[in-house]
Structure formats: structure tokens, C-alpha cells
């Protein structure tokens, strides 16, 4: 007989899996990860569903799975990995006798229905499993006691049956049922990361605007690594952890690009840090207004002491006079009039950069970047953010970021690429850790329910948000016109929606002017030094650091908001008035104790709003009938709530509230 392709119980649809040949699923340490598949037989008997989890140790752990649900044969379980490295799993669904006897024989024993038949065949099965070499000899004189207790016709039929069920029965056949028909399904991989690779506080800086100084006959003087060190503390106290900084390489002078992204240019005009090279170097040099690599190493030392990774950017381009263009001019390209193409993105136009053609010498462009990528990493960076790779071939991310995590596996890659779904998901699969997401432009009540549950079902298996309210680019109407509440509406969400977000220096300065007709800041930071009075505004108390601050002290104590896969939407009746939760059971958190929180979002800048909040208390970690104590974490401020919930949220004064619930009350 040939074998079956299908098994003889079969297991399909299993997930986590990309269904790509050589991609991998990914979660990070801690992260809870659903695991489910489909399994069913013919007939009625019953079936048993479990997941085999293997660690790269090789250590598997076989966890039950449970019915998602009476007629779906969906089969589901969660698991908590707790270390880096190549994690695989399997499905296993049997026949589960036990269960099928136990079923058959409550209701036929009770009615008189083949009484004597039914007890011998339950201590023919318990008998059976006593004589399994795999169970420890306790359990196998437990079960053939079992087994002697179904035979003894002198005891009551019904006292024997009842000595065949219970809890005492369930704990001795939890990890090793009563069972045939064993079948497994193929392997499948989980590509699990340390933790900061999906649950981060992100905060990006120029380090050459900190410190910068204004001369009196109107030139600037850059600031240096040693400048920006002095930022580091303040931004920690924030608690933010890692520190991202614009490429910090030489700048090109060829076609420079002059205040606002204008063409002309005036001495002492810095440049965009995206124009990379000059004849001070390349992608493997420090621009020296900055410093040289004493000064780097020292920023990287303050940086670990104030709890910081710090991210580079990596910025595949370069300026017209970057040493690649003339020692590899074959890695650009050339037009029909011999002068090599620069960067458009109609109608944008980068004069000042050239992009790489990666289809000329794809093996040299390959050895470069690994190259750079290694000489960072041997300087201490861990993390890069990715300028644009959805302007490479895929093929070429899926090579480098292997090749990198093969040697370097606690290297984190973040994409910065707001592009179509397909490639910015594709990027994810093939090795991205995190990427930006279109979390900047989802504004409404609408578009964030569909955004929320996008990123915690749709795509969480393999593509990690990092929900930046803010990036030099990008400056929304929603920002530049709705006031001091919407800086604040747009950092809850994105600090309490997902395990990663990000902040742009200015955020909490509420930057909102704009270059007009534009979504870009005026007097933009890309092209020019800022300056901004850190001292003068914390004396002033004109800045929502204070708020930041809660925000991420909330996600550190917090275990729910570490987790992307447990946002619920709850039902409101105002159609700017938001409400999401998220859950998280005992066994999870590490504290014993569950964690839920509710954030009810008044997503309109403009107005007062008030609603009804209604609650599936069931996605609460509660019952139906049962009342919550809800402790407001920006106020203190504790009720009693219930499914049914009055709020009014004032955007001058509290826009949001996130609550704890503190209490269920049966």
C-alpha cells in the first residue's frame, strides 16, 4: 500500500507557517504565540490534538491543544518561548480512546445499555496503557488499579465507572492519553529573537543638533557625539531604550541640498545625512564635524550606562562624489548621455544621491554591504534601521540579513518602508525584525479598528509594527492641525496598541509646522542644524515628556502591552470614541496574576465626545454578570464597570484613559 499524503488522521492548515519553502514564522522571548491547526477523522469517535514544541536545545515539551470550537475542528493552543534561537514544532492528532469510551460509556451505563461490555472494554484500555514502557511506574499501578476496579463485578456498575473518571484520571492521561492512531504532521520552524527584537521604545535624534550652536555672525558650529552624549540621560529618564540616529557619515558637496530641500546652498549648509560620502569617506567613515571613533565608542559607553542601544541607520545610496562612484561606477546607473542617474520619487527628486543598481555586479554590492554591515557591528551596533528597502531587491534582504543573524543572531533589522502591502510584507518574511507600518496615516475610529486588528491577526506571524508616531518625513494633517491633543492621542495609541513604537525629537516639543503643501517640517532637520532649548523648556514645563514618560513606565509594568496578538476592539456608540483592550493570562505574565487593560481613545482633537463603552467582559478575563475595578493609570482615578460604560473624554484636558482592571467582581 502506498503511503498516504494526507495521514491517516489528517492535520492541515498548520500555523504558524508562511507556506514559503525556507521562510520562517517568528516570535521573541516571551512573546505568547498561537499555535493551531485543523484535525478530524471519519466517523464519531473522538481525536486528541497535540503540539510538540522542540527549543534549540533540542528539549520538546508536548503541550494539549484544545477545540477552538464544537464543529470548526480548529485546534489551538498557546506557548511562551524563553530563548533566542531555531525553534521547530509539530502537530500530533490520535484517536483518543479514552474519550471515546468515556463518551459512549456515560451515556449507555447510566441508561443500562451494554453495562458489562462497556466497563470490560474500558479495563481492557486501562490495562493496556498500564503496560506502556513510556509512563512511570506510579502511573502504571494507578492505571492497571483502574483497569482491576472496571473488571470487579461485585462493585456497583456505576461506582466503577465513576473510579474511571474525574479529576484523578484526567491528571494521569494530560500528557500521555489513552491513544492509536497516532499521526504527525511535518516539521515546521519558529525563528524566535531576544526580546528587544519586538518590544522596544524607539527615540530618533540628529546628534548633529545636539549641541549645535548658533555663531554671532550667523554660522553654526555642529554638535558632536560628545554633545549629544550630554542628551542620552534625558532621553532614558523618557524611557526609551533605543537611540536611533540618522547616518552619521561624511556628507556629499556635489549638488548638496540647502535649507527646505532647496537646490542652492550657502557655506556651512550641512546637508542631508542621506547624501552619503564625500571625499572624507564613505559608509565605513564618521563625518568629522561629528567626531572620529573615540568619540563614537565614548557615545556608545554613556549610551549602555543610560540603558540605550543605539541603532544606525543603513542607507544603501550615495552622494555623487561617495568613493564607491569612482571605484565601483558599475554599481550605478549610467543614462544614454553618460552622466549616472539620481535618486526620483516622482516628484521628488534626490540630486544629491545616487541609488545603487543592484543588478550590475550583485556579488560586489553584496561584499560591500556585509562588509559595512560586520565593521558596525564590530563597533558595538546591534540595530539598524533600514532607509528605503523596498527600493533593493528582496532577494538581496533575504541574502544579508541571513548571512548577518548566521553569525550575529541579537542583530535587529528595522525596515523603513512605507510602501505597497506586498512588499512591505514580503520584506517582513524574508528576515526583517520590525518595520514601519501605515500605522502614521490611520486616524479615524474606523481605520484604526481595521489597522489594530490588521497587524494583531492578519500579519503577526511574521511582521513586527514599530508604530513611530512621528519620523523627519512625515508630518500628518492630523498633527500639524489638531493641537496639543493629538501629540498626545497619537502616543497612547501607538505606545499602548503594539509592542514597539517610536518618537522623532520635536514630538514632545509638539512641532506642528509644516512646509506648506507639504507633509514635511518646515525648516526640516534633514538639511539643516536645529536647536532647542532642553533647559528652557523643562523650566517652562511647555513639553509632553512627562506624559512619555507615564506612557512608557505603564509598558514596563505592564506585561499585556509587551504582546501584539491580544488587542480585542470593544463596541462604542460614538464614531470618534476608540476602545481596545488587552489581556493576558497568569500563566503568562510572569507575576502570577493576569493583566488586562482597557484605552478608550477620543481619536477627535476638536471636540468633546461621550459615549457608551461596550465590553465582552469573556476577552476581559471575566464572565458575564460580573462587575470590574478599572484604575485609570494617567490619573489614578478607580470606578466600578461593568458591559455597559458612560465616558466623556475632553481633549483639552484627559483625550484618553487607560485602565487597569484592578478587580473582578463575580
Known amino acids: 500500500m502506498e503511503p498516504s499524503s494526507i495521514g491517516r488522521i489528517p492535520i492541515l492548515d498548520v500555523r504558524p507557517d508562511l507556506g514559503v519553502p ?27 490534538v497535540a503540539l510538540h514544541l522542540r527549543n534549540p536545545e533540542g528539549k520538546s515539551s508536548r503541550i494539549q491543544m484544545h477545540s477552538a470550537g464544537p464543529g470548526t475542528d480548529r485546534w ?50 486501562f ?17 492497571a488499579a483502574v483497569a482491576a476496579t472496571l473488571a470487579d463485578t461485585a462493585i456497583d456498575p456505576l461506582v466503577r465507572f465513576e473510579k474511571a473518571s474525574g479529576e484523578e ?40 543638533s545636539e549641541g549645535a550652536k548658533l555663531n554671532a555672525d550667523g554660522s553654526w558650529t555642529s554638535g558632536t557625539f560628545r554633545t549629544a552624549a550630554k542628551r ?47 571625499a572624507d569617506g564613505g559608509h565605513d567613515a564618521i563625518h568629522p564635524d561629528l567626531g572620529d571613533f573615540s568619540d563614537f565608542a565614548f557615545f556608545l559607553k554613556e549610551a549602555k550606562k543610560n540603558g540605550l542601544e543605539v541603532a544606525l541607520d543603513l542607507a544603501l545610496q550615495a552622494a555623487p562624489d561617495h568613493p564607491w562612484v569612482k571605484t565601483n561606477p558599475e554599481w550605478f546607473t549610467t543614462l544614454p548621455d553618460g552622466s549616472i542617474a539620481f535618486a526620483e520619487n516622482p516628484p521628488k527628486k534626490y540630486q544629491d544621491i545616487y541609488p545603487i543598481n543592484f543588478d550590475n555586479d550583485p556579488e560586489g554590492i553584496r561584499a560591500e554591504v556585509l562588509r559595512v554591515v560586520l565593521f558596525w557591528i564590530s563597533k558595538g551596533i546591534t540595530t539598524f534601521r533600514v532607509d528605503n528597502p523596498h527600493t533593493k531587491p528582496v532577494d538581496f534582504w533575504e541574502w544579508l540579513i541571513s548571512e548577518v543573524n548566521t553569525k550575529h543572531p541579537e542583530v535587529v533589522f528595522l525596515a523603513e518602508a512605507f510602501t505597497r502591502p506586498a512588499m512591505m510584507q514580503t520584506l517582513a518574511k524574508v528576515g526583517f525584525q520590525q518595520s514601519y507600518s501605515y500605522f502614521t496615516w490611520r486616524n479615524t475610529k474606523w481605520e484604526l479598528e481595521e489597522f489594530f486588528r490588521s497587524i494583531s491577526h492578519d500579519t503577526a506571524d511574521f511582521m513586527r509594527p514599530n508604530l513611530f508616531v512621528n519620523t523627519p518625513d512625515i508630518l500628518t494633517e492630523y498633527l500639524q492641525f489638531g493641537g496639543p491633543a493629538a501629540f498626545t492621542i497619537r502616543a497612547t495609541l501607538a505606545a499602548t496598541a503594539a509592542p514597539l513604537w517610536g518618537v522623532y525629537t ?19 532637520e534633514k538639511f539643516e542644524y536645529k536647536f532647542r532649548d532642553w533647559a ?35 463596541r462604542t456608540d460614538d464614531e470618534a470614541i476608540l476602545c481596545y483592550s488587552k489581556h493576558l493570562d497568569a500563566q503568562f505574565t510572569g507575576t502570577g496574576s493576569s493583566d488586562t487593560l482597557i484605552i478608550v481613545v477620543n481619536t477627535d482633537p476638536h471636540s468633546v465626545r461621550e459615549t457608551t463603552v461596550h465590553l465582552d467582559l469573556t476577552t476581559l478575563g471575566a464572565s458575564h454578570g460580573d462587575t470590574l475595578t478599572v484604575t485609570n493609570l494617567i490619573t489614578g482615578t478607580e470606578w466600578t464597570w461593568g458591559a455597559d460604560n458612560y465616558v466623556r473624554l475632553d481633549p483639552f484636558t484627559e483625550p484618553v484613559h487607560i485602565l487597569h482592571v484592578s478587580g473582578v467582581n463575580s
Open 22 to 48: 525556507g521562510l520562517s514564522a517568528k516570535a521573541f522571548v516571551g512573546e505568547v504565540v498561537p499555535f493551531s491547526a485543523t484535525c478530524f477523522r471519519e466517523g464519531h469517535d473522538l481525536i486528541g
Open 76 to 125: 489551538i493552543v498557546q506557548a511562551q518561548p524563553d530563548k533566542p534561537g531555531a525553534w521547530t514544532f509539530t502537530v500530533e492528532a490520535y484517536s483518543d480512546d479514552y474519550a471515546t469510551w468515556h463518551h459512549n460509556a456515560e451515556v449507555k451505563i447510566p441508561l443500562g445499555i451494554d453495562v458489562e461490555l462497556m466497563l470490560t472494554i474500558g479495563s481492557e484500555l
Open 127 to 143: 490495562t493496556r496503557a498500564s503496560k506502556e514502557p513510556s509512563r512511570t511506574v506510579t502511573h502504571r499501578k494507578k492505571l
Open 169 to 208: 484520571v484526567d491528571a494521569l492521561l494530560l500528557h500521555a492519553p489513552i491513544s492509536s492512531l497516532e499521526t504527525f504532521s511535518a516539521e515546521y520552524p519558529l525563528h524566535v529573537e531576544r526580546v528587544r527584537a519586538g518590544f522596544a521604545n524607539w527615540y530618533e535624534f540628529f546628534p548633529r
Open 232 to 278: 542620552l540621560p534625558a532621553v532614558a529618564k523618557m524611557g526609551f531604550n533605543v537611540l536611533y540616529m540618522p547616518p552619521i557619515h561624511p556628507i556629499g558637496t556635489i549638488n548638496r541640498k540647502g535649507p527646505n530641500n532647496t537646490l542652492v546652498t550657502q557655506p556651512g549648509d550641512p546637508g542631508s545625512p542621506w547624501a552619503i560620502g564625500s
Open 506 to 524: 520635536g514630538f514632545e516639543l509638539y512641532e506642528s509646522v509644516a512646509r506648506p503643501g507639504a507633509e514635511e517640517y518646515i525648516d526640516n
Open 536 to 570: 528652557a523648556i523643562d523650566k517652562a514645563g511647555t513639553s509632553l515628556a512627562p506624559y512619555l514618560t507615564q506612557l512608557n513606565a505603564i509598558r514596563a509594568e505592564h506585561p499585556a502591552l509587551g504582546q501584539l496578538r491580544n488587542i480585542t476592539i470593544q
